[in-house]
T-cell receptor, first 113, second 119 residues
């Protein structure tokens, strides 16, 4: 069975500050890992994904995440927050392509001016 | 062009009614999904279909019945709606087989969601 834990349901950052969203996973097989973003009243949009290639993954909007097998983590970072980054962020794991996504509980990011 | 579309966007109905939500994808994908997002934003898989065949059914009540008339469509019919069914329902699609030219073979594309409110 797979599971995903996102530490912190809410994160507040100042504009221009570092954004760090934590994600830990458990999986019995090598996982595929994803970060999705959900803007208010919208669907989910893929930010980035890890599928056993490079451990440092760069995504859209300046986000990146690093896969650390020893820590079973896939934390999401962005060096400098922008007001438009205010959204809900979901970490997810799947076993393979075409397989179900198991989501974490989500982290709401609030960006202060 | 919208990749994954859902109708309706909003659905308000009384307890006990039967309703359907429709989903269509124009990406040529083989696999489609239904996810439920509850009031606390928790997202959970409900069903998955591959080429019109059910491959994932996550212990969803029998009142929920997905139907896939073709691989581009996956509809969700809900009988005898209950208050607890109020949620946002997301449809998604992905390719089953790797497509190295597009590089998106493992990505699920989500629809905009249908907000269901049961009164």
């Amino acid at each position: 069975a797979q599971s995903v834990t996102q530490l912190g349901s809410h994160v507040s950052v100042s504009e221009g500050a570092l954004v760090l969203l934590r994600c830990n996973y458990s999986s019995s097989v090598p996982p595929y890992l994803f970060w999705y973003v959900q803007y208010p009243n919208q669907g989910l949009q893929l930010l980035l994904k890890y599928t056993s290639a490079a451990t440092l993954v760069k995504g859209i909007n300046g986000f990146e995440a690093e896969f650390k097998k020893s820590e079973t983590s896939f934390h999401l970072t962005k060096p400098s927050a922008h007001m438009s980054d205010a959204a809900e962020y979901f970490c997810a794991v799947s076993k393979a392509a075409g397989n179900k996504l198991t989501f974490g509980g989500g982290t709401r990011v609030l960006v202060k001016p | 062009d919208t990749a994954v579309s859902q109708t309706p966007k909003y659905l308000v109905t009384q307890m006990g009614n039967d309703k359907s939500i429709k989903c269509e994808q124009n990406l040529g994908h083989d696999t489609m999904y239904w996810y439920k997002q509850d009031s606390k934003k928790f997202l959970k898989i409900m069903f998955s279909y591959n080429n019109k065949e059910l491959i994932i059914n996550e212990t969803v009540p029998n009142r929920f019945s997905p139907k896939s008339p073709d691989k581009a469509h996956l509809n969700l019919h809900i009988n005898s709606l209950e208050l607890g069914d109020s949620a946002v329902y997301f449809c998604a699609s992905s390719q089953e087989s790797p497509s190295w030219t597009s590089g998106t073979w493992d990505e699920q594309f989500f629809g905009p969601g249908t907000r269901l409110t049961v009164l």
